[in-house]
């Protein structure tokens, strides 16, 4: 009996160019006994091309999706795309405040939406319903040279009001995840910095510098790789990488996992049911260090061992110098 | 009963949207009014020479002024009826104006309710007794609570006026905010040099009696007679012993207590004296970062003073003075920098505010004058200033401007130029607001003469780069972006009211804004005033102002009290609670209710027991009469019959 139970809505992108997403989150969330259960012929959430049109229609499209979900009797749903999550609390807080508004929405669509879904990110149930503590008992692997920059990207805590969730200019949220599951995790200043978003198509130019400037932040920042939980972060980091060394000369090779990925590793699960080979940049060679916690235990007792010896050894020089 | 009734046009203020004349001719129908008329300006001479005249002429016993709020001029035209023989009582306002033709445009509803309000003024008045005041007398010393640059220019002022004056300061020196500045714009003349000969006086004057690092704790009594409970806060040190030689301090262990003076840019030690000018001069324990007090083992200064004077079992002292008036200069609070998550909440060193780098400039702060930045301690080659951090930002709460920090700012630009000649400053600025004498000339003087350069626009975010700040804004100017690597990033946080302050107003009885900034009398007309009669106000309490400002209020507020205390006996307001002692069951009920302590028991002949009003510490608020289960305690010139009278009056058709 899976202790939670949560409606999951993965998005058309999860379906698609972040499939990986979708295929880690979904072990990760089983391995935490988490039960998902996806919504009967759901459609799209609205984002990005309706809600710069029309207001009213681009909540329709995200409350078609929530009043399905409101009839399977889950009153949370859980999302994965931070863009899809944005335009389900948009519009659930935006009928919520205004009963007009609520109305004109209920009008286009066949099933109102009364306003009984919670939507949460799968980062904020991970953190804040399952806890760290639950999240850190799972692990049975370690990735010693791993260093992550997390990065949350513009609307994961964003604008606050909406997100409703974590700190809007410094979240912590997935860096405590990481660092729950043993992760060493950068001190990264950009993680809520532009990463071009959808402009990738009207203005590559753009978002490349953007996402150059992200890439050399998390550089600089120590990490050798980033984690995301968004598909078009990951999208401009990881698939624009190569048109950024292009465009701007510079030899990026930083690999870009989802943070369900991460935990996902740290769990055991292989790279291969985690989607780790659809990545653009590979992550091979950094998840080739990947030992169980045993052996990094018995790696870390055989390293203060032989640092006593040392120590030891050095007393023991030091008091044969005094006596000659 | 002959009430005569005058409605004033205000100019167009009431005469725009209520047809005045309409009224007059209305309340002509109303039985007992034996005169009514309207007039342009009744306040003005003829406006009152009118209701004289129409006294004597018509045999007028009650007077109906329909004009502009009580608060206004009911003391005008109670002077004025007065004059013409009546009692000041028999004077009643209907505020026709704030309460009628400034709030709706619609002159036939407007002149309808304006109708019934005068009416109701009418059916008052003829139901209103003659009062007769009661002189008391003035105890003449005044109490000033804050010790800055305000509060100590009113102390001064009073003294040298021959008053006694009790100074109270919550810090443990005198000096307030300007003691911790450098230089002082736009003469560059160094703050502290103007202040100290200021803050000796405090210390030396016969007239003045200081309570540093203390409170005020509690306030009772009325002008003329207050009584104030003061809190000496325990210092742990004997200061009648302490020389202030500061041998505990260089000895302290305690090397990592926050610095209240300094603004935390640097550490001090746990028992210190807080810059070397401090008036008094004595030691005190901060008992949070004492290891005496935190683990409960040290006495290292103890043991090191020469005099003896460390006592770790001090407490809390309360002492009581007894004054006359108060003058309130209790300044101002600065926003707290975790406001700014994208500034960096606090988290980096390298990010101080404005009034942590005037302690990096002055020579007697932590760097001793020079200009290092608290993370390496290394001379800062590049400094940002961003001005408005939190001001005018209706997201922090704060919609309104800081006053001076335009002009510090522009002033420590100068002064980073002159420390480091080689240093290159940047200000982000919304508007430059720099409107007082030489001020403009001064901002001008940044940047023309020392190269600061002033980018207009917001600055968005800051983030660390290796060892240098990225500060990231927008130049409006050139409709561009703008990053500036810098070593030193200012923020000139806003001001805000004084912590406690909106608790330290409700003992005192004033009134303070949403932002805690206690409201002055009049914004024109009574700039140092309050509604309590005998409280002044002074400085930054009022509201964010910068020195000559200050010391201006200072001076007037003294002033105020000055006059106030040239008489011996001050008159009581009649308009306080009565109580019929015939029908009063001594419950004493009202004793409890009573928010200034005004009633008490009193034993008639028979050893009946009653309540009694104490007329002079009334307040005439009307709590006890709410309060009475018989109605035997009444608030004179608001009693039952008057009110119902008023209520009887729009309720008939």
Redesign the interface.
């Known amino acids: 009996m899976a202790e939670r139970e949560y409606a999951y809505y993965s998005g058309c992108s999860l379906e698609g160019t972040a499939v990986e997403y979708d295929m880690s989150m979904k072990l990760v969330l089983e391995a935490l006994d988490v039960n998902l259960k996806e919504p009967e012929d759901w459609s799209c959430c609205g984002s990005t091309p309706a809600h710069t049109v029309d207001h009213v229609l681009a909540a329709a499209l995200a409350a078609r999706n929530l009043s399905i979900i409101e009839k399977m009797g889950t009153d949370t749903v859980t999302v994965p795309c931070p863009s899809c999550l944005s335009a389900f609390k948009r519009a659930h807080l935006g009928m919520a405040g205004d009963a007009s508004f609520k109305d004109q929405v209920n009008d286009l669509i066949d099933e109102p939406y009364n306003g009984g879904v919670i939507s949460k990110s799968t980062l904020q149930i991970m953190y804040e319903d399952i806890g760290l503590e639950e999240v850190a008992k799972k692990v049975t692997h370690a990735l010693p040279d791993l260093v992550v920059a997390p990065y949350y990207g513009c609307i994961l805590t964003r604008p606050p009001e909406i997100a409703q969730f974590d700190?809007?200019?410094?979240p912590v949220s997935m860096d405590k995840i990481l660092e729950a599951v043993g992760v060493k995790v950068s001190s990264f200043?950009?993680k809520l910095e532009c990463c071009g978003a959808a402009f990738g198509v009207p203005k590559r130019d753009m978002v490349n510098r953007l996402t150059a400037k992200v890439l050399s932040?998390a550089l600089?920042s120590g990490a050798n790789c980033i984690a995301v939980a968004c598909p078009l972060c990951q999208q401009n980091l990881d698939l624009r990488q190569s048109q950024v060394n292009a465009l701007m000369g510079t030899n990026y090779n930083i690999p870009i996992l989802y943070f369900s990925q991460i935990v996902g590793l740290t769990y055991g699960l292989t790279p291969k049911e985690l989607g780790i080979d659809k990545l653009i940049v590979s992550a091979d060679d950094l998840i080739r260090s990947r030992i169980t916690v045993e052996e990094l235990a018995q790696n870390k007792a055989a390293a203060e061992a032989e640092e006593k010896a040392r120590k030891a050894k050095q007393k023991e020089d030091k008091t044969k110098t005094e006596e000659t | 009963m002959r009430v005569g009734v005058f409605i004033c046009h205000c100019g167009s203020n009431i005469a725009g949207t209520i047809d005045v004349a309409k009224v007059a001719a209305e309340m002509r129908k109303v039985p007992g009014v034996a005169f009514a008329t309207n007039y342009m300006y009744t306040c003005s001479e003829p406006g009152q020479d009118e209701i004289k005249e129409a006294i004597k002429r018509e045999k007028l016993n009650r007077i109906v002024v329909a004009a502009c709020s009580p608060r206004m001029h009911e003391l005008t035209f109670r002077r004025t009826i007065e004059k013409a023989g009546l009692n000041r009582y028999f004077l009643e306002m209907a505020n026709i104006r704030e309460h009628i033709s400034w709030i709706g445009l619609d002159k036939e509803a407007n002149t309808n309710k304006a109708i019934e309000s005068v009416k109701m003024a009418v059916a008052k008045a003829m139901n209103n007794k003659p009062l007769y005041s009661q002189s008391f007398k003035v105890n003449k010393r005044v109490l000033v609570i804050g010790g800055g640059v305000a509060g100590m220019q009113a102390a001064l002022d009073c003294a040298d006026g021959g008053l006694e004056v009790i100074l109270v300061e919550k810090s443990p020196s005198v000096g307030g905010m300007m003691a911790r500045l450098d230089k002082t714009f736009p003469t560059i003349d160094c703050s502290i040099c103007i202040l100290g000969p200021k803050m000796v006086d405090v210390a030396q004057h016969d007239k003045i009696k200081l309570y540093a690092y203390s409170e005020v704790d509690d306030i009772k009594g009325y002008v003329g007679n207050y009584q104030i409970k003061i809190k000496k806060k325990a210092t742990y040190v004997d200061w009648v012993k302490c020389t202030g030689c500061g041998a505990c301090m260089e000895k302290c262990p305690a090397k990592n207590s926050y610095d209240h003076f300094n603004f935390g840019v640097a550490p001090t030690r746990a028992i210190n004296i807080p810059f070397p000018q401090a008036i008094p001069k004595k030691a005190k324990i901060d008992p949070n970062y004492c290891r005496q007090f935190v683990k409960g083992k040290c006495g290292v200064c103890a043991k090191i003073c020469p005099t003896g004077a460390i006592n770790y079992e001090m407490q809390d002292e309360i002492i009581t003075e007894d004054v006359g008036a108060i003058i309130v200069a209790s300044g101002y609070g600065l926003v707290d920098m975790d406001k700014f998550?994208?500034y960096g909440?606090g988290?980096y060193p390298d990010v101080i505010t404005g009034i942590q780098y005037e302690r990096l400039l002055n020579a007697s702060g932590p760097t001793e004058g020079h200009i290092l930045r608290p993370s390496d301690k290394t001379e800062p080659k590049t400094v940002v200033f961003v001005s408005c951090a939190g001001s005018r930002d209706k997201s922090c709460g704060i919609p309104y401007c800081s006053n001076f920090c335009c002009m510090y700012i522009a002033k420590q630009a100068i002064l980073t130029k002159d420390h480091i000649p080689d240093s290159q400053s940047y200000v982000f600025y919304m508007d430059i607001r720099s409107p007082g004498k030489g001020y403009d000339e001064f901002t001008r003087r940044a940047q023309e003469d020392y190269g600061a350069k002033y980018v207009r626009g917001r600055v968005s975010r800051i983030?660390?780069?290796?060892k240098k700040m990225v500060v990231v804004g927008a130049d409006t100017l050139l409709g561009t972006q703008v990053e500036v690597e810098a070593d030193l990033v200012v923020l000139a946080t806003a001001v805000t009211a004084a912590p406690g302050a909106p608790q330290l107003a409700e003992k005192l009885h004033i009134s303070y804004d949403t932002f805690g900034f206690y409201v002055e009398g009049h914004p024109k007309l009574r700039p140092v005033e309050t509604n309590t009669a005998g409280v002044y106000l002074a400085g930054c309490a009022q509201g964010p102002k910068d020195i000559p400002a200050s010391v201006g209020q200072g001076s007037a507020a003294a002033s105020k009290v000055q006059a106030l205390f040239s008489k011996d006996m001050l008159e009581s307001d009649p308009a306080v609670a009565k109580v019929n002692e015939n029908t009063c069951v001594g419950c004493l009920k009202c004793i409890m209710t009573c928010p200034f302590g005004a009633v008490k028991e009193k034993e008639l002949r028979g050893g009946r027991i009653v309540a009694n009003v104490i007329e002079t510490v009334c307040a005439g608020c009307g709590v006890c009469t709410a309060t009475c289960p018989c109605g035997a305690i009444q608030l004179s010139h608001f009693t039952d019959n008057q009110l119902l009278a008023e209520v009887n009056t729009i309720c008939q058709k």
Do not use: L, Q, S, T
Request: no cysteine; hydrophobic share 25%.
């Open positions: 700190d809007p200019e410094n200043v950009f932040m600089d | 998550p994208e909440a988290r983030y660390p780069k290796g």
